[in-house]
């Protein structure tokens, strides 16, 4: 008989780990406290396949720029102030993460990462699951002379690490994408950066996953865990019991809170964000892109457009913050002064909590306090552009096979004091 695999949360992490382990041949449930039509953090996001984005979120500069956003209420970043131990503590992983050391390990990582999935996006859409990949590249478009200046800087390392990357002017960025009037001091250019459909992703990948056999349990909220000398033998929801044999915990922000009992100790903050989608812009990019300063995603999804921006630490709520909505839609036109905040009247933010770990890593891989536990979660603002891989990683792991790159620096065990 196949060994049981219980994956807890339908999102990219947890269905990229179903399809893997299905091809290993274990027998899969996937589990859910949401029903089906209920959009995790998986949808609305900017669908980015980021080699690009190879550095990660701890770095040195990064605390001194979010302390000078936090003065402003449409700033793209913002720390919610409150009385919180494990704020605090996260906050000195933060900064211990950021020391050029560390830095440079975590790029590497993430350029393996980052690279090895893009190339089983690409497979994955050569076997049916149509999630409408475009491989076009990324720009970085920027406005101001020094943030192009930094960007060279960045496209600099990312060449080093093997990134191609090219650095343009206006007019050579222009010819890339003919449709969009810019207004940049110039943008660089990632031709190894992709984008897709989100939505569409997660609806083929559960098709696909459902069509190799997997059964979903849906509007089961994981309350608890049986565990008995260092072994899970159940999860407890809020409807009766489920056994396994084999466990993977990918409920993205609520994983921390969810492992705490096992006595696990995997730091993460929500890292609330929004998108806004104009279903009929009026102009549509070929290729997706940055726009630096402001930090907003755009992202070209069918004839509509994705705008995609803020980082909101520390609240685990979907509340909207209307400051920080209009603080992207008034960068807009900085970069695309065909756009105005007026042709997104009436269109809904999505919001949606990212999985932020301290150090910018996820967490993949087994914890040495309990056998049948694989954890994969802590993607941060890369999980959709590491979802295969990671998957893949955690159907590995589960099989008892080596995975392909070292994983190490995203040990599960990292923060045990
Ligand atoms: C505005 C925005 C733009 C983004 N753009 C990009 C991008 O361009 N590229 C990119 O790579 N990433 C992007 N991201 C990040 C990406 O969306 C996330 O990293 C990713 O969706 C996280 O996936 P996940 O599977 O870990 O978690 P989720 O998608 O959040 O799924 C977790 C699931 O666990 C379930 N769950 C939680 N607790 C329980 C419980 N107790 N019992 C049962 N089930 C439970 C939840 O219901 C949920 O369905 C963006 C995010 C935002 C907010």
Request: with cysteine.
């Amino acid at each position: 008989m196949s060994k049981r695999v219980l994956i807890i949360g339908n999102g990219i992490i947890g269905l990229s780990s179903a399809l893997a382990a299905l091809r290993r041949g274990f027998d899969v449930t996937v589990l859910d406290r949401n029903a089906p039509h209920i959009e995790n953090c998986s949808f609305g996001n900017s669908g980015m396949i980021v080699p690009s984005h190879f550095a990660p979120l701890a770095q040195p500069g990064v605390i001194s720029q979010g302390l000078r956003w936090m003065r402003d209420p449409e700033s793209p970043f913002y720390v919610k102030p409150r009385l919180s131990l494990d704020l605090m503590k996260w906050g000195a992983r933060f900064y211990m993460a950021t020391n050029a050391d560390q830095v440079a390990a975590g790029s590497q990582l993430l350029k393996e990462l980052h690279l090895a999935s893009r190339e089983m996006y690409c497979k994955w859409q050569e076997e049916g699951i149509d999630c409408s990949l475009a491989t076009r590249g990324l720009l970085m478009l920027c406005n101001s002379q020094h943030g192009l200046q930094e960007e060279a800087q960045l496209a600099q390392k990312a060449l080093q690490l093997g990134i191609p990357a090219s650095v343009l002017d206006p007019q050579e960025t222009a010819a890339l994408d003919p449709n969009i009037t810019m207004s940049i001091a110039g943008s660089v250019y990632y031709p190894k950066d992709c984008h897709l459909n989100p939505t569409q992703l997660m609806q083929s990948l559960r098709d696909k996953v459902g069509s190799l056999g997997a059964k979903f349990v849906y509007g089961k909220h994981v309350l608890g865990w049986h565990e008995q000398s260092g072994s899970i033998r159940a999860v407890r929801t809020t409807s009766g019991d489920y056994q396994a044999d084999e466990f993977v915990l990918s409920t993205g922000v609520w994983s921390d809170a969810m492992s705490k009992p096992l006595g696990l100790k995997i730091p993460m903050q929500p890292g609330k964000g929004y998108s806004l989608t104009l279903p009929e812009p009026v102009q549509l990019p070929k290729i997706c892109s940055i726009l630096v300063e402001a930090k907003v995603a755009v992202t070209p999804i069918g004839s509509a457009l994705r705008f995609g921006g803020t980082m909101q630490l520390g609240e685990l709520n979907e509340s909207i913050d209307p400051r920080r909505i209009t603080g992207i839609l008034k960068s807009i036109p900085k970069y695309m002064p065909k756009f105005e905040p007026s042709d997104f009247e009436g269109i809904e933010p999505w919001v949606g909590l990212r999985p932020v770990s301290p150090d910018g890593l996820p967490y993949i891989g087994r914890t040495s306090g309990i056998r049948n536990l694989v954890v994969a979660t802590g993607h941060a603002m890369m999980g959709v552009s590491l979802g295969p891989i990671t998957g893949e990683m955690v159907g590995q792991i589960l099989a008892g096979e080596p995975t392909g790159i070292d994983l190490q620096l995203a040990s599960v065990d990292r923060f045990r004091d």
